[in-house]
């Protein structure tokens, strides 16, 4: 392996084990939000 692949790979390797301890951390996995949502959110927090 050269060392760009080897770079990519730790990469990879390390927002995976990031995702993994966000959702040990807070008990849920991360997940997309849709774009109605966020604007719904943020009449709701512009109101506050």
């Known amino acids: 392996m ?3 692949s ?3 790979l730790a990469g990879v390797a ?3 084990v ?3 301890f966000y959702t ?3 008990g ?6 849709s774009g109605k949502v ?3 959110l943020l009449d ?3 109101a506050l």
């Open 6 to 8: 080897l770079i990519i």
């Open 14 to 16: 390390g927002g995976s």
């Open 2 to 4: 050269d060392i760009v």
């Open 44 to 46: 709701i927090v512009s």
């Open 24 to 26: 040990f951390e807070n």
């Open 28 to 33: 849920i996995s991360p997940s997309p939000t």
């Open 38 to 40: 966020k604007l719904d």
């Open 18 to 20: 990031s995702i993994v």
